[in-house]
């Protein structure tokens, strides 16, 4: 299971940027490509936090659909699954979103 070994550099990112501060809230973005599966996700997150500064935070997880641009039409699609063509049928394209793997925010103590 990749996402333990995710959630265990996530948590030691956010502990060391948050500098010894409590964390109590994570937003993480995860994009639908990224064969990362959110509820495994917030498992090792409780599992990864214990005795860290992010024991007890909450873990929000916001899914990032994955579009693309069709080169050949220009048309902006969404992509379920890897090699999804566009509507007209071309398959070259550019990636817009769904590769996402980012903290997008965190909240700490103020002091």
């Given at each position: 299971m990749h996402e333990l070994s995710l959630t265990q550099s996530i948590?030691?990112?956010?502990?060391?940027?948050?500098?010894?501060?409590?964390?109590?809230?994570?937003?993480?973005?995860?994009?639908?490509?990224?064969?990362?599966?959110?509820?495994?996700l917030q498992f090792c997150f409780e599992v990864a936090t214990v005795g860290t500064a992010l024991e007890g935070a909450t873990l929000d997880i916001i899914e990032i659909a994955a579009q693309a641009r069709c080169r050949v039409c220009g048309d902006t699609f969404v992509q379920d699954t890897h090699?999804?063509?566009?509507?007209?049928g071309a398959r070259d394209f550019t990636r817009i979103s769904g590769e996402e793997l980012r903290v997008k925010q965190y909240e700490v103590d103020a002091t």
């Open positions: 948590v030691e990112t956010v502990a060391e940027h948050a500098r010894g501060r409590r964390v109590h809230r994570v937003i993480l973005e995860v994009g639908r490509l990224t064969c990362v599966v959110p509820s495994a090699g999804v063509p566009c509507g007209c």
